[in-house]
């Protein structure tokens, strides 16, 4: 069962207080890639109080950000490999 935003926990700082935010433009690694920045819309909890990312479980969150990766990385994004 999907997790909603409003039952999430912030894993550094414990609050609740999550809102869906455009990654675009943030980097992540991924498989050999150390960094790569995204370039497409991508939408992911974040804590309000400190910024920390919080995923939901890969069917939801994971899979959302694997996605925006492996389309910026078609689109010719910046990457850093390992």
């Known amino acids: ?11 550094e700082c414990g ?4 809102e869906l935010t455009n990654v675009k433009g943030q980097s992540f690694c991924y498989k050999s890639y150390s ?3 995204l370039i497409v819309d ?3 909890p974040q ?3 400190c910024g920390n990312h919080c995923f939901r479980g ?3 969150d994971c899979k959302r950000v694997d ?11 910046d ?4």
């Open 1 to 11: 069962m999907p997790v909603s935003i409003e039952k999430l926990r912030c894993g």
């Open 15 to 18: 609050e609740r207080k999550m």
């Open 35 to 37: 960094s790569v920045k």
């Open 42 to 44: 991508c939408y992911i």
């Open 47 to 49: 804590c309000k109080k």
């Open 58 to 60: 890969w069917s939801q």
């Open 67 to 77: 996605s925006a990766i492996e389309q910026s990385l078609e689109l010719g994004t």
């Open 79 to 82: 990457t850093t490999n390992f």
